[in-house]
């Protein structure tokens, strides 16, 4: 038998355990996992060096078209995923800003197909529920287009909503909407950005009057009781319908804390938290350091370690990015500059500086995080998420001791600026395959566009 490649060397990690051997892949798959000796003969040979081989990285949670057109999002922030060790990305905006308020299933077909010419990584698609409209159709979303999760933002009301020219999203539209997922059984996963924007409205009033525009405010405004609140309220409302729901960003104790409690007593809860969360505070930037805006805001180093207990005890179950990219931040104020961090390229390097090597969490549990769990959760385990015959050869070479300094104008994303800038990150991908195919080797993107594809799912 000769296959098309052979990875040897390695030191192959799953959620279980990890083993010394082998991966041998032909037309885009996994065929044989063992020694290296006992591996078929193959076209390529790839030396991975006794390195750790993972499962690609999936991000749950990414935004295209927030500040820059959709194609070109497709076009540079698919490399920046690669580049970064991501082969997978789920999308929570896409096809564009200016097509908020229609139908999914009239930009569906562009937007796929924008996928399919330029993307390096595969793409999954999330719907964002900002109308009436998008609620009634989420059946049509799941059997017609294999979209299976839905976005509902809780802060997006009054001032928020109207800047993006959308209706005020509220209570009734979200229980609405996760009684229409309790009946797609099984039902479908609702992802949910909680938030309690009226206690953040009088905040933020209370701070711009004091004449605050430091990085702190902004932190301020937006406090753990905003997010804990919100977190509370509607895991009450999931818990009345029985239907899952999966907290995006998490970023405080005080949320966490009210979603193990939940676990604890049976609630359907999914948690997912960033890698900005796990490694950076605001007291770690100047006063007036803009670039690090991100909703929810950075915290304290407490809320830190509570996430990555959380990570580490199983009720946080997912790491996303919630990543978008933006230039010309760092010109406004802290009140006016649009909130978000580009960390597709950082996401897998924090997890292993931060996490591994600082021995906070096992390399099967960084599997877990970054790559099961996710695969699981979006519907795309086991051919996605996993090191196993028969599962797509979606793959990353990890390098644990290899040392860089982050700087934005070494990565790949259109993002003018990275949060990390200047800092030492150690454990990095040194070389990234999607479907078989070599993507990124040695920090330099190698794959062709169109090698990522759209992965409709089912509810199985």
């Excluded at 279980?16 to 032909?26: E, K, Q, Y």
């Excluded at 604890?264 to 505070?281: D, F, M, Q």
């Amino acid at each position: 038998m000769l296959v098309d490649t052979v990875i040897k060397n390695c030191k192959v990690v799953g959620i279980d355990g990890i083993i010394s051997g082998g991966i041998a892949i032909d037309e885009g798959k996994i065929v044989a996992i063992g020694k290296d000796h006992r591996l078929p003969s193959a076209d390529r040979y790839i030396d991975a060096a006794g390195n750790f081989v993972i499962p690609g990285v999936i991000d749950p949670h990414v935004h295209y078209s927030l500040y820059r057109p959709y194609e070109e999002d497709c076009k540079s922030e698919t490399r920046a995923a690669v580049s970064g060790g991501i082969t997978t990305e789920a999308l929570m905006t896409w096809g564009g800003m200016d097509k908020l308020l229609i139908s999914y299933k009239e930009k569906f077909e562009e937007a796929k197909n924008i996928v399919e010419r330029h993307a390096l990584a595969n793409v999954v698609f999330i719907a964002c529920l900002f109308t009436d409209q998008h609620i009634q159709e989420i059946p049509e979303y799941v059997h017609d287009l294999g979209i299976t999760q839905f976005k509902h933002c809780m802060f997006l009301k009054g001032a928020d909503a109207e800047a993006l020219g959308i209706p005020s999203f509220d209570d009734a539209k979200l229980y609405r909407a996760l009684e229409i997922a309790s009946t797609l059984g099984p039902p479908a996963i609702s992802m949910i950005h909680a938030e309690n924007v009226e206690i953040y409205y009088g905040l933020k009033e209370k701070l711009m009057k004091a004449g605050r525009k430091d990085l702190k405010a902004w932190t301020e405004a937006k406090s753990g009781i905003c997010e804990a609140e919100a977190v509370g309220r509607v895991i009450a409302v999931s818990d009345y319908l029985n239907v899952p729901i999966y907290l995006v960003h998490i970023s405080s104790m005080e949320a966490l804390d009210i979603a193990v409690q939940a676990q604890a007593r049976g609630s359907k809860v999914i948690v997912e938290t960033c890698p900005h969360y796990l490694s950076l505070s605001y007291k770690d930037f100047p006063e007036d350091y803009v670039l690090a805006k991100c909703n929810p805001p950075l915290r304290d180093k407490k809320d830190i370690e509570r996430l990555w207990w959380g990570i580490e005890r199983g009720y946080v179950h997912c790491i996303g990015t919630d990543h978008c990219a933006s230039a010309g931040k760092g010109t406004l104020d802290i009140w006016s500059a649009p909130a978000g961090l580009p960390g597709l390229e950082t996401l897998l390097p924090v997890m292993l500086s931060e996490g591994v090597n600082k021995r906070r969490i096992s390399m099967e549990k960084l599997v877990e995080v970054c790559c099961y769990n996710p695969a699981k959760v979006l519907g795309i385990l086991p051919q996605k998420g996993i090191i196993a015959v028969g599962s797509d050869a979606d793959l990353v070479i990890v390098d644990l001791e290899e040392s860089k300094i982050v700087k934005a104008e070494n990565l790949h994303t259109a993002s003018d600026f990275t949060p990390y800038e200047g800092r030492e990150l150690k454990g990095w991908p040194v070389l990234t395959m999607v479907g078989g195919n070599v993507v990124m080797e040695d920090g330099e993107i190698v794959g062709r566009p169109g090698v990522g594809k759209y992965i409709p799912r089912r509810l199985f």
